[in-house]
């Protein structure tokens, strides 16, 4: 089973939904990362998301664009997104860490050397945006080759008959895009997100996890009443943005602050 | 590779999932996928639709104005000593250029499916005048994601734009010119789906866009066969276009695909040159890739990131290339080639001073590769050019570099 699996197993078993913050590789700048992840554990995170900066997140709105732009000013690149999670292993073998970006910047590197690579660093799962199922011959192979878990998106348009290959062809947990938009555009519908929710039920057997527009402790609660896991980005990321210019220590502060707000409420979900 | 191999059918190309050899296909975040599903079905159920086809070619007729003239340039072709240059006169039609052909008939579709909003990325803002015209046609609402840095050098193109009703955004993120564009409107699209047509303007995206894209401007060499046989009694020896996503290309190119004796020539912008690495040239330098919505050859550097792009036309300042001219180029149907800057600038005084024609920038670099080829064929051989657009939109840049106001 993989550690993602695994994961969702032992919280369900706990009766927990997961929180999986996302936050980009290199933001602001590329020795802030490793720290920023250990932080995000430490304030409660099950599992998290870490952007591959790509030059063209056309699925990203602008707080992620302008992390995206601040690591790329310092030429984060795939090769040092993987050393991130690498020393990010030597302190926590637990954390599942899932990649999240568009699919250039993998298919550049090539599948299998990409698929080789981000295995033995530790990397447990892949999302590429831009890569629907239909287009996934050879990489779902090589990923499952090197038991890399393969996250493809849902969103609110999604027929139910593409629901299928997600079915099929990914594995770990399926991400439910609560919204019509890019990143940090809007707040979610949590009545909405209910009817999907139904909709989806049974046609997927993979653990959900929601995301988009999930800005705040109330949202995160109606989420995790919905969901198995929440998963929260823009709100973190602008907090990163807001402190760019100040230590590190202010950024953590900041973000622990906020990660306690998720945490807490979707303890609280939890709990009723 | 396989230049002699008589055994490919175009026609057959792409597959039904949008594949040109490896090729093209659909790369889209997923909220897009039903909307493209939709438009990929509503396009296969009009395109050999009779009453959607008269609707069209009436429409290219009374409000186009097509047919475009096959125009010999009679001086300019004995002033460089060879082949018979022909231009097929896209710039004579409505709104002056080549893309009004392809506007016209997605907006066809926008109203079969019952959409009240045209979105549409610009570089040189031909393809944004021309959907802003259907818009306004047609009484739809009409935004234009344009390059912050092209609204600047493509100004009277933004004043038609806005004249037309249009909304034009300048987008300031990334480069500032055409691919960032594409990346906002897509942004939109994804954000207002249910209302919004995105008229994509040049044969890349995600499928079905190369293919539907590419079957609106094969008007353009369905025309050009007609009337070179009816003038020369045989096909032209040579076809020369200008190459930045490549739709003008692909329009005169597409019906000669199969005439193995028809030599194909594709140009793309060479900037300050092949060598500099300013250049927006990903068939000549690049090497395959993902971006907006299809696998093709791109400017990238050696991690994956897209590479910042330079032309003197806006137009074909763009890192990717339509994935059917990825394709042609591996199977070796079509040469791509280039012409720099001030090669292309000198295609646009030549033409104009000689023919009193004044050409678009983008078309001015197949104007520039002719002036290089016709010499070196005979004067019983024919050439001819696609002169995409006109020139009347460059007239800042122009002005700028020859150092006049007005």
Known sequence: MSRISQKFADLKAQGKTALIPYITAGDPKPNATVSLMHLLVAKGADMIELGVPFSDPMADGPVIQRAVERALAHNVSMDDVLEMVREFREKDALTPVILMGYLNPVEHMGYEAFANAASSVGVDAVLTVDMPPEESFGYTETMKEHDLDRIFLISPTTPVGRLRAVNEKGSGFAYYVSLKGVTGSRDVDADDVALQMQRLKGEVDLPMGIGFGIRNGDAAYSMAKQGDAVIVGSSLVSLIEANEHKDLYEIELAIGDKMQEFRNAIDRADAE | ?406
């Open chain 2, 1 to 406: 590779m396989s230049k002699d191999s008589p055994t490919i059918d175009y026609a057959k190309f792409p597959d039904e999932h949008g594949h040109f050899g490896p090729y093209g296909g659909i790369f889209a975040p997923e909220t897009l996928m039903a909307a493209l599903e939709q438009l990929n079905q509503e396009y296969e159920s009009v395109k050999n639709d009779p009453a959607f086809l008269d609707e069209l070619a009436q429409d290219l007729r009374d409000y186009v104005g097509r047919p475009t003239p096959l125009y010999l340039a009679k001086r300019w072709s004995e002033e460089l000593g060879g082949a018979k240059i022909y231009l097929k006169r896209e710039d004579l039609n409505h709104t002056g250029a080549h893309k009004v052909n392809n506007t016209i008939g997605q907006a066809l579709l926008a109203k079969r499916l019952g959409k009240t909003r045209i979105i549409a990325e610009t570089g040189a803002g031909q393809h944004g005048v021309a959907s802003a015209t259907v818009a306004a046609r047609l009484g739809l609402e009409c935004v234009v994601y344009m390059g912050a840095d092209d609204v600047v050098r493509q100004a009277p193109n933004v004043a038609r734009m806005k004249m037309l009703g249009a909304t034009v955004v300048a987008v300031e993120s990334g480069s500032r010119t055409l691919k960032d564009a594409l990346n906002e409107a897509m942004r939109d699209w994804v954000t207002n789906v249910d209302d919004t047509f995105y008229i994509i303007g040049t044969v890349a995206g995600p499928h079905p866009y190369p293919a539907m894209v590419r079957d609106f401007q094969a008007v353009i060499g369905q025309e050009a066969r007609e009337q070179v046989l009816e003038k020369e009694g045989k096909l032209p020896d040579a076809l020369i276009a200008c190459v930045g996503g490549g739709s003008n290309a692909i329009g005169l190119f597409h019906k000669f695909l199969p005439d193995e004796g028809v030599a194909i020539y594709g140009v793309e912008p060479a900037g300050h040159g092949l060598e500099t690495g300013e250049h927006a040239a990903p068939l000549c330098k690049g090497t395959p890739g993902v971006l907006h919505g299809n696998r093709t050859y791109l400017m990238q550097d050696k991690n994956g990131q897209i590479l910042g792009t330079h032309s003197i036309s806006a137009g074909l300042d763009y890192p990717g290339v339509g994935p059917e001219h990825a394709w042609l180029k591996d199977v070796g149907r079509v040469n791509y080639v280039a012409i720099d800057d001030e090669e292309a600038l000198q295609g646009f005084r030549d033409l104009t001073r000689c023919e009193g024609i004044i050409p678009a920038l983008e078309s001015s670099h197949a104007i520039a590769y002719a002036t290089k080829l016709a010499p070196t064929m005979s004067k019983d051989q024919v050439i001819i050019v696609n002169l995409s657009g006109r020139g009347d939109k460059d007239m800042n840049t122009i002005a700028q570099i020859e150092g006049f106001e007005f």
